[in-house]
T-cell receptor, first 114, second 112 residues
Framework: KAGVTQTPRYLIKTRGQQVTLSCSPISGHRSVSWYQQTPGQGLQFLFEYFSETQRNKGNFPGRFSGRQFSNSRSEMNVSTLELGDSALYLC?????????????FGPGTRLTVT | GNSVTQMEGPVTLSEEAFLTINCTYTATGYPSLFWYVQYPGEGLQLLLKATKADDKGSNKGFEATYRKETTSFHLEKGSVQVSDSAVYFCASPLDSWGKLQFGAGTQVVVTP
């Protein structure tokens, strides 16, 4: 079974631009979560989608948004990019919601903002 | 809310040495606990998990026991290899939806 895939793997953007990252979950998984990883802040939860609805949101500004499609694929969007948005963005999928479901991570998208 | 604290790295070891990475948690009740590993340039891989007190998770020679008395979930491996060089994260759900709280990560460097 294919794992979680994320595209693109690397991105370089300029301050003020916007970016869209894509995540395809493991087949049969209905929950997709997004995390931001930086050297300073570590791994921080962005948001989680289940059945096309955002069920959970982390403490990030409104510039960060996402959505989930009917096939469970998810996208996240960051508008008006800032230098501090440079990070590894990780997507994770799980079969369902709740603490008993394991989350499986993709390889991440490395975003660099210049 | 729930939180996890893990020992800081880097931890440098010789091949075949014994590895321990400490992780302690604070939580209401007994949440699931996880260890994830991140190899250079890659995402996170689930290494092992425990869903209740006294559970022992194991995988690839790594073990961790969920100890409620000491609120700990220390990761151990009896004989490390160079290929075990990676960053290891302890994690626990922050809420009932499963949102994960990660420790700061511990870098492990194994030298030949």
């Amino acid at each position: 079974k294919a794992g979680v895939t994320q595209t693109p793997r690397y991105l370089i953007k300029t301050r003020g631009q916007q970016v869209t990252l894509s995540c395809s979950p493991i087949s049969g998984h209905r929950s997709v979560s997004w995390y931001q990883q930086t050297p300073g802040q570590g791994l921080q939860f962005l948001f989680e989608y289940f059945s096309e609805t955002q069920r959970n949101k982390g403490n990030f500004p409104g510039r960060f948004s996402g959505r989930q499609f009917s096939n469970s694929r998810s996208e996240m969007n960051v508008s008006t990019l800032e230098l501090g948005d440079s990070a590894l963005y990780l997507c994770a999928s799980s079969r369902g919601q709740g603490t008993s479901y394991e989350q499986y991570f993709g390889p991440g998208t490395r975003l660099t903002v210049t | 809310g729930n939180s996890v604290t893990q020992m800081e790295g880097p931890v440098t070891l010789s091949e075949e040495a014994f590895l321990t990475i400490n992780c302690t948690y604070t939580a209401t009740g007994y949440p699931s606990l996880f260890w994830y590993v991140q190899y250079p340039g890659e995402g996170l891989q689930l290494l092992l998990k425990a869903t209740k007190a006294d559970d022992k998770g194991s995988n690839k020679g790594f073990e961790a026991t969920y100890r409620k008395e000491t609120t700990s979930f220390h990761l151990e491996k009896g004989s490390v290899q160079v290929s075990d060089s990676a960053v290891y994260f302890c994690a626990s759900p922050l809420d009932s939806w499963g949102k994960l709280q990660f420790g700061a990560g511990t870098q492990v460097v194994v030298t030949p």
